[in-house]
């Protein structure tokens, strides 16, 4: 029994406010955003949604400004397979305040882990 071993917790792979990392990603996400949030749920759903019926469902939130709650469960989804902490605060307040650097910030973090969402879950599904 090793009692001095350290415990490594995961982090994000990039900061909340590194939204220029990949330039393409931070343009269609602040321009729209229902893509960005439809690739990335649909992943995370392993495929049994499409990114097309996620993102008309962010857009109808959106309408009514509640786009934020929909995106807010699926920051914990992808906490909460990986391990991540909530940071800098808890995932609805993030998606509340900075929601466009949120579903950035969750986009490359799935690419970092190798999948891409732009490419959709049925490249890793089927190859």
């Known amino acids: 029994m090793n009692i001095l071993r350290r415990v490594v917790t995961p982090k994000w792979s990039v900061e909340l406010c590194d939204c220029g990392?990949?330039?393409s990603t931070c343009c269609i996400t602040w321009l729209l955003p229902c893509v960005s949030f439809g690739q990335i749920a649909e992943v995370l759903d392993e495929g049994r949604h499409s990114c097309c019926s996620l993102g008309c469902g962010y857009c109808l939130l959106f309408m009514i400004q509640f786009h934020w709650l929909y995106s807010c469960f699926y920051r914990e989804k992808l906490r909460s397979k990986y391990g991540l902490p909530a940071e800098p605060c808890c995932d609805c307040c993030v998606h509340f305040c900075c929601e466009s650097c949120a579903l950035?910030?969750?986009?490359a973090e799935l690419k970092s882990r190798g999948l891409d969402p732009?490419?959709?879950?049925?490249?890793y599904?089927?190859?």
């Open 104 to 107: 950035c910030q969750e986009h």
């Open 125 to 127: 599904i089927y190859n």
């Open 21 to 23: 990392n990949e330039f």
């Open 118 to 123: 732009t490419k959709g879950i049925y490249t």
